[in-house]
């Protein structure tokens, strides 16, 4: 069974700290998929791109991975066109009217 841990506002240097605790308590507390929820999120700059890699990273130590949920199109671009969509697992979509998958 999945975990999903949220996320609203602002994925920064100044929100990482705390961000930090929460991926690693729930890596280390739950089981399956860990789901994060990126719907409510505003903004994410380097330090929240980080923590989110750095999960990741963590994730198989656990038994588990990280899959990220709803990601904002701006994210979404930028891990296209860094690669990071071969290190960060993203949630597939359900199509939108007309066959075309959201991205």
């Known amino acids: 069974m999945s975990q999903v841990v949220t996320f609203q506002g602002r994925l920064d240097v100044h929100t990482v700290p705390a961000a930090r605790e929460r991926l690693s308590r729930a890596l280390t507390t739950g089981t399956g998929d860990l789901v994060v929820d990126l ?38 671009r930028l891990m296209r066109m860094t690669r990071l969509t071969q290190v960060l697992t993203v949630e597939s979509t359900a199509p939108r009217p007309g066959g075309v998958a959201a991205a």
């Open 39 to 76: 719907s409510a999120v505003d903004s994410v700059d380097a330090a929240g791109v980080g923590v989110l890699v750095a999960a990741a990273d963590r994730a198989p130590m656990y038994g588990r991975r990280v899959v990220l949920r709803a990601v904002p199109p701006r994210l979404a």
